[in-house]
C-alpha cells in the first residue's frame, strides 16, 4: 500500500491511498518496509504546493519515518536486510514500503522506541542545528522563541533548560500554555503582538533579545524582530501563521543578524559522517527525555484520511503517526 498526491490541495482532500507491490531495489538502493512515519507540518505545505516549482506531480509523499531493509540493490553494502534505518531526504515514508538510496539510510540504535525514531529527524535535528550551529547559545543570553507549545517549541525550550536558559516565548492561545508547564520560562506572551507589546516593550528596556527563533511568520514575526538588540539574530525556520515575514523585518534592523533555517538545506550540504553524529547527538537527548515527541495517535495507512483530519483539530497534543 502506498499513497499519491496528483494535485496540490489540502492534504485531507488530495492525498490517495492506492495499492503497490513489493517494489524492487536499483542500484545503489535498498527497499525499507515503513514501521510508522511521522506526518509534520512540512508535509502538508508540500502537498499544498508551497514549492510546486521542485515538485513535480504525482509524487509519494511522507518526509519522515523509520522502517526495516528488506531488499538491497547492487552495490549496497553498508546495509543488509534486518537493519533499522531512518530514509531520509526523499520524499515517500507514508507506504508499506519505501525504495532510498542507501547513501541516505541512516542507522537506529535498537534501544529508541519506534514512535520517537519516526520522529527524531525533523524536529530534533532542526532544534539542535540551530541553537548550536546556527547560533551560539551561551550562559546568559536572551532567547525568544515563537510558538512555544508545538512540539518542535517545547525541544527547543527544554534544551535552552539544560543550557542554563530560560526563554521569553509566545503561543497563540491561553490554554496551549499548559504544554509548557514545569520548564524554566522567563515569561510567557499570550495571543497576538497586540495583546503582548507592554511585555515586548519591558524586554527592549532590559537590553533586548540576543536570539529569536521563529516559526510563526506574519506580524508575530515582525514584532519579534524589533526586539532584537543591534548584532542580535533571528532565525525564521517556520509559517504556522501563513502569512511571510514582510520585507521591513530585516529591512529596518539592518544590525541584526537574519537567516532562515531548513533542515533540508542544511542535509544536502553536509556529509554524511555529520548526519550520523547530529542523529547520535539526538538520540542521546531522546534518551534524556530532551527532545522526545509527544504522540498525540497513530493511524493505520488506510485511514490516512482520519489521520490529516486529526492533524488539523484543535484536540491533538502531539505528533499524528502512521502505521503502514
Ligand atoms: N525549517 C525547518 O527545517 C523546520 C523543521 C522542523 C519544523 N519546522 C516548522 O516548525 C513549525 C512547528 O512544527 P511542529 O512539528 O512542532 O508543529 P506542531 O506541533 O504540529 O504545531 C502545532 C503548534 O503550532 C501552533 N500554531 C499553529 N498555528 C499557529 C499560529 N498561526 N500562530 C502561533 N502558533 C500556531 C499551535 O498552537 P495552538 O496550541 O494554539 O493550536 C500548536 O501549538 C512548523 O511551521 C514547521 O514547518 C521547520
Known amino acids: 500500500m502506498s499513497t499519491a498526491v496528483r494535485r496540490f490541495g489540502a492534504a485531507h482532500e488530495v492525498v490517495e491511498v492506492e495499492a503497490a507491490g513489493m517494489p524492487r531495489p536499483g542500484t545503489g ?124 517549541g517545547v525541544m527547543l525550550v527544554r534544551m535552552l533548560n539544560r543550557a542554563g536558559l530560560a526563554p521569553v516565548v509566545t503561543v497563540r492561545r491561553p490554554d496551549s500554555a499548559a504544554r509548557l508547564a514545569g520548564l524554566a520560562i522567563e515569561r ?47 532565525i525564521h525556520y517556520g509559517l504556522l501563521s501563513g502569512v511571510p515575514l514582510p520585507p521591513e523585518t530585516w529591512q529596518r534592523a539592518p ?11 542544511w542535509i544536502h550540504r553536509q556529509p554524511r559522517a555529520e548526519i550520523e553524529a547530529l542523529l547520535r547527538r539526538v538520540e542521546a537527548l531522546i534518551r534524556s527525555g530532551t527532545v522526545a515527541s509527544q504522540i498525540d495517535s497513530v493511524f493505520p495507512l488506510d485511514e490516512i484520511g482520519a489521520a490529516l483530519a486529526r492533524v488539523g483539530s484543535a484536540r491533538r497534543r502531539g505528533k499524528v503517526l502512521l502505521q503502514p
Not at 519515518?65 to 534505518?85: I, M, Q
Open 29 to 152: 538502493e535498498v527497499v525499507v518496509r515503513m514501521d510508522l512515519s511521522a506526518v509534520n507540518p512540512s508535509d502538508l505545505v508540500t502537498i499544498a504546493g508551497a514549492y510546486r516549482t521542485r515538485t513535480p506531480l504525482p509524487f509519494r509523499p511522507g518526509y519522515e519515518g523509520v522502517g526495516t531493509v528488506v531488499a538491497v540493490g547492487p552495490g549496497v553494502e553498508d546495509l543488509r536486510p534486518g537493519s533499522r534505518v531512518l530514509p531520509i531526504g526523499t520524499p515517500g515514508s507514508w507506504a508499506t514500503h519505501k525504495v532510498a538510496e542507501a547513501r541516505w539510510c541512516f542507522p537506529v540504535s535498537d534501544d529508541i522506541a519506534r514512535e520517537q525514531a519516526a520522529t527524531m529527524y525533523v524536529n530534533p535535528c532542526t532544534a539542535w542545528l540551530m541553537l548550536h550551529d546556527r547560533a551560539a547559545i551561551r550562559p546568559g543570553m536572551r532567547v525568544i522563541v515563537s510558538a512555544a507549545a508545538s512540539e518542535i
Open 188 to 234: 510567557v506572551l499570550v495571543g497576538t503582538p497586540a495583546d503582548f507589546a507592554p511585555d515586548l516593550a519591558d524586554v527592549v528596556r532590559q537590553g533586548g533579545a540576543d536570539l529569536v527563533l521563529d516559526a510563526v511568520g506574519g506580524e508575530v514575526g515582525l514584532a519579534l524582530s524589533t526586539v532584537v538588540r543591534p548584532g542580535g539574530q533571528f
Open 255 to 265: 544590525g541584526i543578524h537574519f537567516e532562515m533555517f531548513w533542515l533540508r538545506n
